[in-house]
């Protein structure tokens, strides 16, 4: 509540702060880009030939995700840069896009495109709109762990597992070492194949 | 006339539009420098392989469709992969951080050098301790953490705090030679 109040005063603060002092070197990559085209008509396809997807790269805007029932609605992008985190929600390039049928970690700051993730439940539906498919994810569990707990996810598996994840506490000023995680498994959407 | 230059035209705009990397799979040359990637080898009875998130990442990158790997050069990863693998048994080391400063810059050394035959840029960042591969400039591997910080900064926010305590003395004693306590 506190931060939410503040937030007004604090947020353009904190960007001129970003400007003067940085832990990095200034990234000016934050012109992103864009791939998604939204409206497209792809409810009910099963499978999608790989030739057909366009792979994004590091940083760019590929996708949409809703969990309507928590009011999460935010660009999903391939990469999970600062400069990404401050537009939306960032894809870890070691994980993979919808359809491959292998795990998918995707993180989002819990002061703006993820706060409102503390309001997921299981069962509830998570939502990815790409160009080449609407795919969709039920949550089977969530989970409050330290940052460098690395049970907390599994990049090897061979199974279609949604990864969300924030810092934790939600609404704490600073850096926290935990992380709040949602789990979901696909429930429908394109398959990805290959010719090969 | 006019027919032809919108022919250009759209010819142009088709060409520029299909630039993107489209998902071209994996050929058999590409499947041939995952496969090498993959490969273990045993160190004092423990399995080491490459990270499950360092192969994923190859493996997207390796998917796009304006990435292409000749026989050539995926006979030459697969090379330079398999003398790392050896550097690392006679090493004796299971993790990159059993290994000495001489054959961390040997291992550096060979990963540079199957980097340079996909065309590939190897970039050490010795603030975060992290290496990254890039490709034209552009990110398409890395080794930093799978999490990343997704709360405020905490200097960021010090910061702030410094600057209103900074603010708050100053008004308090501007306040104090106005009298304003008085």
């Given amino acids: 509540m506190l931060y939410f109040s503040l937030a007004p005063f604090v947020v353009p603060v904190i960007s001129s702060m970003n400007l003067i002092i940085s832990e990095s070197k200034m990234d000016h990559s934050s012109r992103l880009e864009s791939i998604f085209k939204d409206g497209n008509d792809l409810e009910n396809l099963e499978v999608v030939n790989e030739k057909e997807i366009v792979m994004p790269t590091y940083g760019t805007h590929y996708a949409r995700l809703e969990i309507k029932s928590a009011s999460v609605s935010t660009d999903l992008y391939f990469g999970d840069s600062s400069a990404v985190l401050k537009k939306g929600v960032g894809q870890y390039i070691g994980s993979f896009i919808p359809g491959c049928g292998r795990p998918l970690l995707v993180g989002g700051h819990n002061n703006s495109a993820f706060n409102s993730l503390q309001f997921v439940k299981k069962g509830d539906i998570v939502t990815i709109t790409t160009n080449y498919g609407i795919y969709k994810y039920k949550i089977t569990s969530t989970r409050i762990t330290d940052h460098k707990d690395k049970s907390a996810y599994d990049l090897s598996l061979q199974k279609e597992q949604l990864i969300l994840y924030t810092c934790y506490p939600f609404d704490t000023l600073g850096l926290t070492s935990k992380r709040f995680f949602v789990y979901g498994d696909k429930i429908s959407g394109p398959a990805i194949v290959s010719d090969n | ?182």
């Fill in chain 2, 1 to 182: 006339m006019k027919k032809a230059l919108l022919m250009v035209m759209c010819i142009l705009l088709i060409a520029v539009a299909f630039q993107t990397a489209s998902a071209a799979g994996l050929d058999a040359n590409k499947q041939k420098v995952i496969d090498a990637l993959k490969s273990s080898i045993t160190v004092n009875g423990k399995e080491v392989t490459l990270p499950s998130d360092l192969l994923n990442q190859a493996e997207n990158y390796l998917k796009r469709d304006d990435v292409t790997i000749t026989s050539t050069q995926a006979d030459s990863i697969a090379e330079y992969v398999e003398s790392a693998l050896d550097l690392v048994k006679s090493s004796g080391a299971t993790t990159v951080s059993d290994l000495s400063a001489s054959e961390k810059t040997e291992l550096l050394s060979i990963i540079n050098n199957a980097a340079a035959v996909a065309d590939l840029t190897v970039v050490s960042d010795f603030s975060k301790n992290t290496i990254s591969v890039l490709a034209d400039g552009q990110m398409v591997a890395t080794d930093e953490p799978a999490l990343k910080v997704t709360g405020m900064a905490f200097n960021t926010f010090a910061v702030l705090l410094g600057f209103a305590a900074l603010a708050l003395t100053g008004c308090f004693v501007a306040a104090r030679k106005a009298k304003l306590f008085e």
